[in-house]
């Protein structure tokens, strides 16, 4: 998956949340595979240039074409997915893990539809907004972070997704250490432990 085209996605999701202009939302697709049919539809516009979109969204997004395109081919998908099956045979102990394979082979979709279709349909609200967004999970090691959708959409600059006491991003330690390794630069920002 192209990194700048997920990321141009991603902010016209929060400039149109649960709106036709939208590229996912349970809130204007009547079902799981029209949203992710229209998702893909708008990601292989942006990818290829055939959508227009705002400057605004597009403002400060590194573009790297060539691995942008070689991340949409078939030959990418092949190659990740022989590393995925080489990883299973290596550390799988027992046959029945290799069941998981497809999961993850197919973990960007799967996770994009438990994300942008069940974080906008079901679970908890931590703060009111203007869109269906929910935490999906107290303790969220599933999703890495992004179950807490609702405190996303509330605060979207935030790098620690987790708001409130019993709430943990497993992910936030991660680009904390990226920053002190130099890897990445946050922006200033006060990542305040908000109580209820």
Not at 46 to 62: M, Q, S, Y
């Amino acid at each position: 998956m192209s990194p700048r085209v997920y990321g141009i996605m991603h902010r016209v999701h929060h400039a149109y949340t649960d709106t036709e202009k939208d590229p996912h939302s349970p809130s204007f697709d009547k079902t799981v595979l029209a949203m992710m049919w229209r998702t893909s539809v708008t990601y292989v516009g942006i990818l290829r240039n055939r959508a227009t979109v705002d400057p605004k969204f597009t403002r400060n997004v590194p573009e790297w074409t060539s691995f942008d395109l070689w991340g949409n081919t078939w030959w990418s998908r092949i190659l990740w997915s022989c590393i995925y099956i080489s990883l299973y045979i290596i550390f799988a102990p027992s046959a029945w893990w290799f069941l998981l394979i497809p999961f993850h082979i197919a973990m960007g979709p799967i996770h994009g539809v438990i994300i942008n279709w069940f974080a906008h349909k079901y679970g908890n609200i931590n703060f009111e907004t203007d869109n269906t967004s929910r935490n999906l999970f107290k303790v969220d090691l599933l999703m890495l972070g992004e179950g807490y959708h609702n405190n996303h959409h509330k605060f979207p600059s935030r790098s620690n997704f987790a708001m409130k006491k019993g709430e943990f991003d497993p992910i936030y330690p991660v680009v904390l250490l990226f920053e002190k390794l130099k890897i990445i630069r946050m922006n200033n920002q006060k990542d305040v432990l908000i109580e209820p």
